[in-house]
T-cell receptor
Framework: GEDVEQSLFLSVREGDSSVINCTYT??????LYWYKQEPGAGLQLLTY?????DMKQDQRLTVLLNKKDKHLSLRIADTQTGDSAIYFC?????????FGAGTRLTVKP | NAGVTQTPKFRILKIGQSMTLQCAQD?????MYWYRQDPGMGLKLIYY???????DKGEVPNGYNVSRSTTEDFPLRLELAAPSQTSVYFC????????????FGPGTRLLVL
């Protein structure tokens, strides 16, 4: 089946930028998403990008999409301790949605 | 709005027992979903529903059943619990598909011993 892959862990210092990477295999993906999961909570949609875009910026978040390489990244500027969470990449072809395993971001003071 | 609510938060089952995981949403969403999240893995879709009375299988439906008698509720039934069903279960709902946001409940942690 189609896969979504991400590295499992990322650790950064407070104030630095974080970059979380994701690769996917479904060439018919039309929407790509980043979700955030805090401890004991469900997933919360952070941002999404349509497949005909290559960048989307929303305050401290920047999403970059390289459709040719099927690579998606999420950059968090000025990372804060409150950004510590698990970040899930997901893709959809308009019918169903596939999630990566999640990247646990740890922000050290 | 409470959003998507799930009960119970945590449950321990013995092998062969049955239980129903409850999910409710108050956003009048047509689409509802059940996912399971295993350690170190992404979410896998178990079942979904596009409206009251309509359900369909996802990627990993074996060992589960669902029903959708109302727009608000989408319970997930485990008939004969097995250790392989130890997981965290998330219910989600959305207005539609594609770019429509899926709203997630807080999850139910299930342990089958």
């Amino acid at each position: 089946g189609e896969d979504v892959e991400q590295s499992l862990f990322l650790s950064v210092r407070e104030g630095d930028s974080s970059v979380i990477n994701c690769t996917y295999t479904d060439s018919s993906s039309t929407y790509l998403y980043w979700y955030k999961q805090e401890p004991g909570a469900g997933l919360q949609l952070l941002t999404y990008i349509f497949s005909n875009m290559d960048m989307k910026q929303d305050q401290r978040l920047t999403v970059l999409l390289n459709k040719k390489d099927k690579h998606l990244s999420l950059r968090i500027a000025d990372t804060q301790t409150g950004d510590s969470a698990i970040y899930f990449c997901a893709e959809s072809n308009g019918n169903d949605m596939r999630f990566g395993a999640g990247t646990r971001l740890t922000v050290k003071p | 709005n409470a959003g998507v609510t799930q009960t119970p938060k945590f449950r321990i089952l013995k092998i062969g027992q049955s239980m129903t995981l409850q999910c409710a949403q108050d956003m009048n969403h047509n689409y509802m979903y059940w996912y399971r999240q295993d350690p170190g893995m992404g979410l896998k879709l178990i079942y979904y529903s596009v409206g009251a009375g309509i359900t369909d299988k996802g990627e990993v439906p074996n060992g589960y059943n669902v029903s959708r008698s109302t727009t608000e509720d989408f319970p997930l039934r485990l008939e004969l619990a097995a250790p392989s069903q130890t997981s965290v279960y998330f219910c989600a709902s959305s207005r539609g598909t594609g770019r429509e946001t899926q709203y997630f409940g807080p999850g139910t942690r299930l342990l089958v011993l």
